[in-house]
């Protein structure tokens, strides 16, 4: 918590104005061609956030890190530019996984709470030490 209230204060001083999002930015929903992105598909979640980073943290999710690492590359963020941005992608991943655990505190589902909690700590992160 204390991480995370840390990288809130440093968004907080963001000067950046809410941009549309897609709110569904996954691979299922973008054409490529040539490993450039050209049309981006179903917007029915769009919503109105702080651009690129709500995208892509809903986006980078559920995804391995060979095609994490495919999707920044065919959006145009450079490493180095994903390292800096990378303490708020965390952030607003961690932020869409809010509902689901209110709804498991509301529902007092311990063992899938452990499990989230297991995965929010960062034991399934095989690359950093």
Not at 75 to 90: D, L, P
Not at 108 to 115: C, M
Request: with cysteine.
């Amino acid at each position: 918590m204390k991480k995370l209230e840390s990288n809130l204060r440093k968004i907080e001083k963001w000067d950046l104005r809410p941009a549309l999002n897609h709110g569904d930015m996954r691979l299922k929903n973008v054409i490529v061609n040539e490993g450039k992105i050209i049309a981006i598909l179903d917007w029915e979640l769009c919503s109105s956030n702080i651009a690129p980073y709500w995208d892509i943290s809903h986006a980078l999710h559920d995804l391995g890190i060979d095609e994490m690492q495919e999707f920044l590359n065919g959006y145009g963020i450079s490493q180095k530019k994903f390292e800096e941005m990378n303490y708020a992608v965390k952030t607003f991943t961690i932020f869409h996984y809010a509902n689901v655990i209110k709804e498991m505190e509301n529902k007092k589902d311990k063992k899938l709470i452990d499990e989230y909690r297991f995965r929010l700590n960062g034991n399934y992160d095989l690359f950093s030490l």
